[in-house]
C-alpha cells in the first residue's frame, strides 16, 4: 500500500488541485494552499469512472500488443499528410503532449487554435505581449473582485474559496451563484461586453478615474481608447447593453478608492471578435488604473506553458489546421486522444460525418460518444498510474502526480505509446521521462507585468443583437458544477425564463442556421429573458453551433450564433 503519494488532479480546471493518497485513500492536500484538503465532485467522479479496460477493434475486443499492431501498419500505409492528430484536454498533465511528438517528427497533420479560451488569450497576448497571471496573493489582497463572463463559484470553487468574504460585482446574462451573492450584478445582453467596457471607460473619464500620468508612461493609444468610447452617447450604450446609467454609477461607487481585481472568464469571448472584445475589457482595466494597484489585477486563463521550454516540442514543418472547423474525413487516418469531439466541438453532425468517413483511432480512458465511431480504440492508462506534473492556467502552482496504483495491463500511457511509435519508426528518442519532470518540478516561472501597454486602436465588432428579434434567442453554454466538459453528469435540458411561454417538460424543437436538435425544457428565471441556457457538455447543444474559426485565433466561437425554439 501507498504512503503519501501525490496525485495531480488531471481534469480541466482552473484549480490545479493536489490530493494524496494514503494506504488507498485520496484525500486533498492541506499543505497546498489552494486545495487545502479538499476535493470537489468531479474528483470524486473520476475515482468512480468506469475506464477501458481493453483495446477494441472495429468493436470485438483485441489485446493491447494487436492494436499497437494495427496502429504500426496503418500508420505505415498512410502517407502522413493525410494522417490526423487531434488532441483535446481530458487530462492536463504534460506528459499527454508525447504523442504529438512522435506525430509531429512522423509529418502527420497538426491542430492549431483552440476550443477553450483562444479568442480571448490573443487579445490579451495583443495587449500585454503574454498571458499570464499575477500571484494568487494579490487576488487575495484585493478588496473589490469584478467577476466578469466567469462562473466563479463553480468553474474554480477553491480560488473562490479563499476570496469568498470579499465585495463582488458580477458582469454575465445570467443570474450566477456568485452573481446572487454579489453587491452588484449587471446582467448585460450577450455579447455586449466591449460596449460596456467602453461605456465604463467614458464614465471613468468623466469621473477622473483615469491617471493620465501613468498612462503615458506606461502605455500606447489611450487617447485613442478613449475616443473610441467617446463616439457613442451614454443612452445608446444604455440601450444596447441593457445597463442602465444608475447601475453603471454604482460600479464606481463600490470600487472608489479600492483595490479591484478583474476575474474574467470565457463567457466574453466565444464570439468571431472575442479577441477585440477582450482588448476593450482589458484596456478599461488599464484606463482605470488595475495594473498600477499593489495589489489586485486581471486574471484569465493563463497560459501555463507560459516560461517553460515546450519539453516535446519538435521544430517541424507540419502542416496546421484550425480545430472548430476540421473536416475528419479530408484524412485517412485520424488519431483522437483525450478529447470527445462529437460532444464538445462545435458543429456535431459535421463532426459525425466526417468521422463515419475515415478511419479513427481513439486513444483515451473511457468509453465515450467519440468511440462510437472509432475503429480501433486503444485504452490509456489512467490518472493514478501515471507519473506527471500539471501545470495550471488559475494560479502559479503545479501539481505532482506519483504512481499509486499499477497500470491495468492491457492499457498503455501517453509517454509509453509515444516512445512505442518511435522506435517503431527509428525516430530520434523522447527525453528520458524522469528528466522532463524534473524540468517542471525545478523551474518556477515568475510574473511578470508587460512592459508597455497597447491600447485597441479600431473596434469593428458586429454586434449579434443587429439580427435578434423577438422571437429568437441567444445561445449561452457555461460549465455545469457536477460535470467536467462532456465527462460525468450530462444535463441535456434547455433553460429559459418564464417570459419564454414555454413550460416545464415541454419538449422542443431548436434550431439555428447550423442545425437543430430537440431539447426538453427547464424553467428558470436565473436565465435573462432573451437567452436560452444550456450547460457545456449537453450532447446535442453542439447541433446548433458554427464550426468556423474566429477571427484572429482559429478558435472556437460557440456563442456567435442565433436560435429559434418551438413546440415539436
Ligand atoms: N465544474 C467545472 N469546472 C470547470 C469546467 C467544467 O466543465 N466543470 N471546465 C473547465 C474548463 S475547460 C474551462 S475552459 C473553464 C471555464 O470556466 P468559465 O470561465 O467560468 O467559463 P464558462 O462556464 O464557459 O462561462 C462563464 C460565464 O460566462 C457567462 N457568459 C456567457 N456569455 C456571456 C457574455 O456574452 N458576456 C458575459 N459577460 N458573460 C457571458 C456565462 O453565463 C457563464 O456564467 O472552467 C473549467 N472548470
Ligand atoms: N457548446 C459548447 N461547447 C464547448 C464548450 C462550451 O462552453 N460550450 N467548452 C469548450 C471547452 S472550454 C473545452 S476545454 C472543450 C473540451 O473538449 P474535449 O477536450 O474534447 O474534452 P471532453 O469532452 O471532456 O473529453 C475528454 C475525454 O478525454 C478522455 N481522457 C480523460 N483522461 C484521459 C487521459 O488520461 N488520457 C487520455 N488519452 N484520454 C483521457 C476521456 O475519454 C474524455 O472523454 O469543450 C468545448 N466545448
Ligand atoms: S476543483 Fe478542479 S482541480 Fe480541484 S479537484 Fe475539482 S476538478 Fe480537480
Ligand atoms: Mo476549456
Not at 50 to 72: Q, V
Not at 271 to 292: H, N, P, T, V
Not at 348 to 356: E, P, R
Request: aromatic share 12%; glycine share 6%.
Amino acid at each position: 500500500m501507498s504512503l503519501n503519494k501525490k496525485i495531480a488532479c488531471p481534469l480541466d480546471c482552473y484549480d490545479t488541485c493536489q490530493a494524496v493518497s494514503n494506504e488507498g485513500v485520496i484525500k486533498g492536500s492541506k499543505e497546498n494552499k489552494i486545495t487545502n484538503g479538499r476535493l470537489c465532485v468531479n474528483f470524486a467522479s473520476l475515482l468512480k469512472e468506469d475506464n477501458l479496460k481493453n483495446a477494441k477493434f472495429e468493436g470485438k475486443d483485441i489485446s493491447l500488443e494487436e492494436s499497437l499492431d494495427i496502429l504500426e501498419k496503418k500508420l505505415k500505409t498512410t502517407p502522413s499528410s493525410s494522417t490526423l492528430y487531434y488532441k483535446g484536454s481530458g487530462n492536463l498533465g504534460v506528459m499527454q503532449s508525447a504523442p504529438k511528438n512522435f506525430f509531429a517528427k512522423h509529418g502527420a497533420v497538426l491542430t492549431k487554435g483552440s476550443l477553450c479560451d483562444g479568442g480571448g488569450g490573443a487579445g490579451i497576448e495583443a495587449s500585454r505581449g503574454s498571458v499570464q497571471n499575477p500571484p494568487i496573493q494579490d487576488l487575495i489582497d484585493s478588496d473589490v473582485i469584478i467577476v466578469w463572463g466567469r462562473n466563479f463559484t463553480e468553474t474554480s470553487s477553491h480560488i473562490y474559496k479563499l476570496v469568498k468574504d470579499k465585495i463582488f460585482i458580477t458582469i454575465d446574462p445570467i443570474k450566477t451563484q456568485i452573481a446572487k451573492k454579489s453587491e452588484l450584478h449587471l446582467q448585460l445582453n450577450p455579447k455586449t461586453d466591449y460596449e460596456l467596457a467602453l461605456y465604463l471607460t467614458r464614465l471613468a473619464f468623466m469621473n477622473r478615474l483615469d491617471d493620465e500620468e501613468y498612462l503615458e508612461d506606461n502605455s500606447e493609444g489611450h487617447d485613442w481608447f478613449f475616443d473610441i468610447s467617446k463616439n457613442r452617447p451614454l443612452v445608446s450604450y444604455e440601450a444596447t447593453t441593457g445597463i442602465a446609467l444608475d447601475d453603471a454609477y454604482k460600479f464606481f461607487d463600490i470600487i472608489e478608492n479600492k483595490k479591484v481585481s478583474i476575474v474574467l472568464g470565457l463567457g466574453v469571448q466565444k464570439y468571431f471578435e472575442g479577441s477585440q472584445i477582450m482588448r476593450c475589457i482589458d484596456g478599461f482595466a488599464m484606463f482605470l488604473g488595475i495594473y498600477k494597484q499593489e495589489a489586485g489585477g486581471v486574471w484569465y486563463l493563463s497560459d501555463s506553458n507560459y516560461g517553460y521550454e515546450k519539453q516535446f516540442e519538435v521544430k517541424g514543418k507540419n502542416k496546421k489546421i484550425p480545430v472548430p472547423s476540421v473536416d475528419f474525413s479530408a484524412y485517412d487516418l485520424v488519431f483522437i486522444q483525450g478529447a470527445n469531439p462529437v460532444v464538445s466541438a462545435p458543429n456535431t453532425q459535421a463532426v459525425i460525418n466526417g468521422l463515419k468517413n475515415t478511419f479513427v483511432v481513439f486513444f483515451g480512458t473511457t468509453n465515450n460518444d467519440t468511440c462510437e465511431y472509432a475503429n480501433l480504440i486503444i485504452p490509456s492508462s489512467d490518472f493514478l498510474s501515471k507519473e506527471d506534473v500539471r501545470l495550471s492556467y488559475g494560479h502559479e502552482n503545479i501539481a505532482i502526480s506519483e504512481i499509486v496504483n499499477e497500470p491495468l495491463k492491457e492499457t498503455i500511457n501517453e509517454y509509453d505509446l509515444a516512445k512505442y511509435l518511435i522506435e517503431k519508426f527509428s525516430y530520434e528518442p523522447l527525453m528520458q521521462k524522469d528528466e522532463i519532470l524534473e524540468y517542471y518540478k525545478n523551474n518556477k516561472v515568475e510574473y511578470e507585468k508587460f512592459e508597455t501597454f497597447e491600447f485597441i486602436e479600431e473596434v469593428d465588432i458586429e454586434p449579434l443583437y443587429k439580427d435578434k428579434t423577438d422571437d429568437n434567442y441567444y445561445l449561452i453554454t457555461a460549465k455545469s458544477k457536477k460535470s467536467l466538459n462532456s465527462q460525468f453528469n450530462s444535463d441535456n435540458f434547455v433553460y429559459l425564463n418564464s417570459k419564454s411561454g414555454f413550460e416545464d417538460n415541454q419538449e422542443v424543437k431548436i434550431s439555428s442556421k447550423y442545425g437543430s436538435a430537440k431539447f426538453k425544457v427547464k424553467i428558470n428565471n436565473d436565465i435573462k429573458e432573451n437567452c436560452a441556457f444550456f450547460y457545456a457538455g449537453n450532447k446535442y447543444v453542439n447541433y446548433l453551433t458554427v464550426n468556423k474559426e474566429d477571427e484572429d485565433s482559429f478558435s472556437a466561437m460557440y456563442q456567435e450564433v442565433l436560435i429559434q425554439i418551438e413546440l415539436s
